[in-house]
């Protein structure tokens, strides 16, 4: 089994800055991309960011500029560095992670970001 644990959330004021992390464990041989997703109340789940494990990057154009998405090979481990936010970052984010002998992706259970003055 594959676990992943997300961590970080909280309440910020706009223009405010989070770090989330997310560290995988379980039975991984090889982690292929790694990511971050969000569900704000109501919507439906939308992706934030991808690293892949060669550190090729992509954002979602809402938080270009702003998010930055990194990981630690060697801790099973992703980041997301969110500066300047605003109050539609608001939302349960979730780190996601796909093998790369399988392709099965697995999901963490989430972490709250509330942004509100």
């Known amino acids: 089994q594959v676990q992943l644990v997300e961590s970080g959330g909280g309440l910020v004021q706009p223009g405010g800055s989070l770090r989330l992390s997310c560290v995988v464990s379980?039975?991984?041989?090889?982690?292929?991309?790694m990511g971050w997703y969000r569900q704000a109340p109501g919507k439906e789940r939308e992706w934030v960011a991808d690293?892949?494990?060669?550190?090729?990057?992509a954002y979602a154009d809402s938080v270009k500029g702003r998010f930055s998405i990194s990981r630690d090979n060697a801790k099973n481990m992703v980041y997301l560095q969110m500066n300047n936010l605003k109050p539609g970052d608001t939302a349960v984010y979730y780190c996601?992670?796909?093998?790369?002998?399988?392709?099965?992706?697995?999901w963490g259970q989430g972490t709250q970001v509330t942004v509100s003055s």
């Open positions: 379980g039975s991984i041989f090889r982690i292929n991309a």
């Open positions: 996601k992670v796909v093998m790369s002998t399988t392709g099965d992706d697995y």
């Open positions: 690293i892949s494990s060669g550190g090729w990057i």
